[in-house]
T-cell receptor, first 114, second 113 residues
Framework: DAKTTQPNSMESNEEEPVHLPCNHS???????IHWYRQLPSQGPEYVIH???SNVNNRMASLAIAEDRKSSTLILHRATLRDAAVYYC???????????????FGKGTLLTVNP | DTEVTQTPKHLVMGMTNKKSLKCEQH?????MYWYKQKAKKPPELMFV???????INESVPSRFSPECPNSSLLNLHLHALQPEDSALYLC????????????FGDGTRLSIL
């Protein structure tokens, strides 16, 4: 499985934008890029995913580099509730069981200061 | 509130006990998952069920026995666990396939005495 590299931790101030980077230099042409987050004492929560084009939803935006070797999760205005571990995960678009797997890395611990 | 419900939220058991963890979803999802998460570590996949059939077993010891009685329910039967099995056990569901997001419950925190 292709691996991702994220900073261990990042810090932000409330109501400011946050850019969370992820490197995935060994990504294959058919891998999806997913982002999940895990708030304290909760299960992981889906945030956003993309393949090649940038994506927006109500929670965040995903910017994907043209060569797809990196991506950035953008929280437009951080709130205290956004403090969590953010995971960048690649999922292979293959047949069989492999396309069901989420392989979590260590993620980035985001701290939001009031 | 999550759409995947796990019970119990906390469980303490001895090494000789038999217990079961339960997971329920009513989103019509066809794939269901068990993950294990140790403290300050990321979740690790244990099992995947697709259409009520076991699709993936990530070399999990036989003291963990999954069961999918129907498309809405997923159980994890526990027997003769070891102290190192103490962890947060997370259930998830999805429509299946690499593009579909997985929806997680808040987990069962298991402690083995």
């Amino acid at each position: 499985d292709a691996k991702t590299t994220q900073p261990n931790s990042m810090e932000s101030n409330e109501e400011e934008p946050v850019h969370l980077p992820c490197n995935h230099s060994t990504i294959s042409g058919t891998d999806y890029i997913h982002w999940y987050r895990q708030l304290p004492s909760q299960g992981p929560e889906y945030v956003i995913h993309g393949l090649t084009s940038n994506v927006n939803n109500r929670m965040a935006s995903l910017a994907i580099a043209e060569d797809r070797k990196s991506s950035t999760l953008i929280l437009h205005r951080a709130t205290l509730r956004d403090a969590a571990v953010y995971y960048c995960i690649l999922t292979p678009r293959g047949s069989g069981g492999s396309n069901y797997k989420l392989t979590f890395g260590k993620g980035t611990l985001l701290t939001v200061n009031p | 509130d999550t759409e995947v419900t796990q019970t119990p939220k906390h469980l303490v058991m001895g090494m000789t006990n038999k217990k079961s963890l339960k997971c329920e979803q009513h989103m019509g999802h066809r794939a269901m998952y068990w993950y294990k998460q140790k403290a300050k570590k990321p979740p690790e996949l244990m099992f995947v069920y697709s259409y009520e059939k076991l699709s993936i077993n990530e070399s999990v010891p036989s003291r963990f026995s999954p069961e999918c009685p129907n498309s809405s329910l997923l159980n994890l039967h526990l027997h003769a666990l070891q102290p190192e099995d103490s962890a947060l056990y997370l259930c998830a569901s999805s429509q299946g396939g690499s593009r579909q997001p997985q929806h997680f419950g808040d987990g069962t925190r298991l402690s083995i005495l």
